[in-house]
């Protein structure tokens, strides 16, 4: 039997939680939704990582704050071998583990806690893989079972890891939440007491918070861990008021009851902006939204008449409409926030004329009939993806292509599109790592083809060969030439229609100082004052 | 009165059996399974997406599903949600108080406004305070729960800042859940203003969801009483000499009050249903958005194990109905 982290960590926090530390600084945030737990290995969504990896734990490596580039966590230095497989981690010394009611550390961290987080999940036979219902989709989504051959601990401040081959968005795999680092100490414990479970349940960590209770449908409660490695957080008690509506989160902003606020609603940025106490931050996202052809069907498979249906979609009033001020025009398949954009690619112009000429070079005067597939759900990249497609629809039967929009349930529309079952729908993509392999290769790379990421079934040699030899490479300077040629190819090929790339924005209290906000659309506390 | 009770309790048995049918067609009927939704855009290999199906047991004949279903619940185990992995039973009794509270508020509320308002208006027929409550009752029973709510939030809570926005307790106050529920648990912690704090919490929410059934109770009390006003007892008592609100108190209420009870319990349904927009409009931490939330996930054991967990309340609280009656007019206790 289970027991309640809830009611557990209830009886805990009476006296961690008393009265004379409600004069300290209590930051509230109106969050959106329930984390599905506190073990960011076993889960997949960022609600999740908010609560979880970006308060308790930390990582080897970390992106700095606001943006993608990366930087040492609990590894102070790393250096790659010639051959591109070897990474090696130099850890840090002095790193204390967080405390609760069963567990004190006896040790500092070490190489051993790096060591038994990665066998967590990659060793099949490892105590704790099966723990939890043992899924690490993450992990496994980004291949590292593949990717990795051996772990190995050289000394107990020396940790490295021997790849298959050699593959350079690995460092900034090791930025990503599922790879927070777990005390060892307290795993060894909880599996003599038989409580592995405890390990998910009531986490461990060297992060900046500590949690203190979860109550679900209604608040979590961190308060600051005071022997962080990188300083005491500059607020003491940090606290998760889940809101599941955008208007009562902003109501909530306004009434005081939250100093900060997820996801607001695009409409109501105009007056966010207008109220004299609140003040919204705002950065571009690490998104694209798109349109694909299938290009494994006819007439998708003819250049020019992918161009010309390209030709014929007005993006600029498109993402005016959709986004309100909100988003940019997209013109490569990734966003100019990730390294190795290239500026110098310019965009097919709006030219219905020019589109109905290449149409009938292509052997269709009179245009086609094609489906055009929509979203059902708002995302970041597309918050209304059924009115996007009608204005598509609207500029493509000005050449005379008719399109019939088609949608579906979410999880019927991903499945039938993994089956490649559509002719041209919109789809899109929020970046994991800030690596430009986790848009090219991951999204028009010959292994995504018939599944849910590469959508444009498009396995074309010249563009595969660039990307791969990128991977393989961990000289920046060349990855970058290679990224660029890379573009330049899916520029002259055209299996997607680049739309969007959408702006986050954070709107929160005039009292609150230094929240940046991540390009990885996760929520990060630390480093946050309140006046 | 035995063998009455005996009958009711025996058609139970079929309705639940039929609510586990029905909940369990229905989200197989709906396209997507919960392995896609879960990895989302992020792609998955076929055999992995086969991988998980098994984990979960999703990939067995329907039948085979049901069947084990119906077998687990009637010992008491509902599953384990596919997203956090708790059990569905302990996941209900969590959040079931704080939507028993709200519900209980709402009714009270519905009730004390509701019951006045009808007797009121059917004296005073067709004067204006008739027309008023008829005009009021309307508008509350076409009121969209969600821009009503939101309405009030606005007013009360951003403009006013009488009440709190949303949630059922502030998060300065740190009360231990021994009941569930908030305001029997402030006072058993001897907290005062944290007593205070989650009456004001409630108010909006039970406003919200207690506009409707309040809209049932006047009409229904009305009509009720226009016909018992009528009747020749009335006439007679009131020929005796008894004051006029005795008659409509004593004499007619009691028997206009059966209908009035029986519509009463029908809005329990009404209610658990409306709980589902009022919570997630007001974040409380209750069965309505907890369903919400699996309905979106396709969150299977959660949705089943909630549909069904509901409709047994919905059952039990109609036949307390029945039993009821029984108590106010002796007449149904005797036939049969």
């Known amino acids: 039997m289970r027991k309640s982290i809830a009611a557990l960590a209830l009886g805990a926090s009476l006296a961690a939680f008393s009265l004379p530390a409600l004069a300290a600084k209590t930051l509230v945030y109106c969050s959106e939704g329930n984390p599905n737990g506190f073990q960011p290995a076993l889960y997949t969504d960022g609600t999740t990582f908010d609560a979880s990896s970006r308060t308790i734990y930390d990582r080897l490596v970390e992106f700095k704050p606001g943006s993608t580039e990366i930087v040492p966590g609990l590894a102070t230095s790393w250096d790659v071998s010639a051959d591109g497989k070897t990474y090696t981690f130099h850890l840090r010394r002095g790193v204390k583990f967080q405390t609760n009611y069963g567990f004190t550390p006896t040790r500092d961290f070490d190489a051993d806690d790096v060591l038994f987080t990665f066998n967590r999940m990659l060793d099949k036979n490892n105590p704790y893989h099966m723990v939890s219902g043992g899924t690490y989709d993450y992990f496994d989504g980004m291949d590292m079972p593949k990717m990795i051959k051996e772990i190995k601990k050289v000394d107990p401040y020396t940790v490295q890891f021997i790849l298959n081959v050699p593959n350079a968005p690995f460092l900034a795999n090791m930025a990503m939440d599922f790879a927070s680092i777990d005390s060892a100490q307290y795993a060894d414990k909880l599996a003599k007491e038989n409580k592995k479970q405890d390990l998910d349940l009531k986490p461990i960590g060297t992060g900046p918070f500590e949690l203190v209770a979860y109550q679900p449908d209604s608040m979590i409660r961190y308060k600051a861990f005071a022997q962080y490695w990188r300083g005491k957080a500059a607020i003491d008690n940090l606290v998760f008021a889940i809101t599941p509506n955008a208007s009562v989160r902003w109501a909530k902003l306004r009434a005081g009851e939250c100093q900060i606020m997820a996801y607001p609603n695009p409409t109501d940025i105009a007056a966010m902006k207008a109220d004299k106490a609140i003040k919204v931050e705002s950065k571009p996202g690490l998104n694209v939204g798109y349109l694909a052809f299938n290009t494994e069907k006819k007439p998708f498979d003819n250049l020019d008449v992918r161009k010309a249906l390209y030709m014929a979609i007005n993006k600029k009033s498109i993402v005016d409409a959709i986004f309100q001020g909100t988003g940019t025009v997209a013109v490569n398949p990734m966003p100019p926030t990730i390294w190795s954009y290239n500026k110098a690619i310019k965009d097919y112009s709006y030219d219905p004329a020019e589109a109905k000429k290449l149409l009938a070079k292509a052997g269709y005067p009179n245009g086609f009939e094609t489906d055009l597939w929509a979203m059902p759900v708002s995302r970041p990249y597309n918050p209304d993806a059924r009115r996007m497609a009608v204005m598509i629809q609207s500029d493509w039967a000005k050449i005379g292509v008719k399109a019939k929009i088609v949608t579906y349930e979410w999880g019927e529309y991903l499945k039938r599109l993994g089956q490649a079952e559509h002719q041209t729908a919109l789809m899109g993509w929020t970046g994991d790592n800030g690596d430009p392999d986790n848009f090219l290769n991951t999204l028009l790379g010959c292994a995504g083809v018939h599944t849910t990421q590469n959508i444009a079934e498009w396995c074309y040699q010249p563009f595969q060969k660039l990307t791969t030899e990128a991977q393989q490479t961990s000289d920046v300077a060349k990855r970058t030439k290679l990224y660029e040629q890379a573009q330049e190819v899916f520029h002259q090929q055209v299996p997607w229609v680049p739309i969007d790339y959408s702006t986050d924005f954070m709107p929160m209290s005039t009292k609150v100082h230094g929240y940046k906000i991540q390009p990885t659309g996760v929520h990060v506390f630390y480093g946050v004052s309140l006046q | ?336």
């Not at chain 2, 949630?167 to 300065?172: F, H």
């Not at chain 2, 519509?263 to 907890?290: H, R």
């Not at chain 2, 969150?299 to 059952?315: A, C, E, F, N, T």
């Open chain 2, 1 to 336: 009165m035995i063998s009455f009770l005996l009958k009711r309790l025996a058609l139970v048995i079929p309705a639940l059996l039929g609510v586990s049918l029905l909940s369990f067609a229905l989200i197989h009927l709906i396209p997507g399974d919960p392995v896609t939704i879960m990895v989302g855009e992020r792609g998955l290999t076929p055999q992995r997406h086969a991988e998980m199906l098994h984990q979960l047991g999703l990939d067995k004949p329907l039948w085979q599903q049901f069947v084990m279903y119906d077998w687990n619940a009637l010992h008491g185990n509902l599953g384990t949600s596919i997203f956090t992995r708790t059990p569905v039973m302990h996941d209900f009794l969590q959040r079931f108080p704080a939507t028993v509270e709200l519900s209980l508020a709402a009714i009270l509320f519905a009730i004390l406004i509701g019951l006045p308002a009808g007797v009121l208006a059917a004296v005073k027929r067709g004067s204006w305070i008739d027309h008023t409550v008829m005009t009021a009752s309307l508008t509350g029973y076409s009121m969209p729960i969600f821009w009503w709510g939101l309405l009030l939030i606005l007013l009360f809570s951003v403009q006013l800042g009488w009440t709190p926005v949303s949630g059922r307790l502030s998060p300065e106050f740190w009360i231990t859940p021994h009941t569930g529920f908030m305001l029997i648990d402030t006072l058993r912690a001897g907290d005062y203003d944290a007593f205070k704090d989650a009456l004001k919490h409630l108010i909006l929410p039970a406003i919200v969801l207690g506009t409707i059934p309040l809209a049932v109770i006047a009409r229904m009390t009305r009509s009720s009483m226009l016909e018992v006003l009528g009747e020749d007892y009335v006439r007679t008592a009131r020929a005796k000499g008894a004051s006029p609100w005795r008659v409509i108190l004593v004499h007619a209420l009691r028997n206009a009050l059966i209908p009035v009870v029986t519509v009463t319990g029908l809005q329990v349904g009404v209610m658990l249903a409306g709980a589902i927009l009022t919570e997630t409009i007001f974040s409380w931490p209750g069965i309505g958005q907890w369903m919400v939330q699996a309905i979106n996930q396709r969150d299977y054991p959660v949705v089943q194990g909630g549909i069904l967990l509901i409709s047994s309340v919905i059952i039990l609280v109609n036949l307390l109905v029945d039993l009821t009656y029984g108590l106010i007019n002796p007449r149904i206790r005797h036939t049969r």
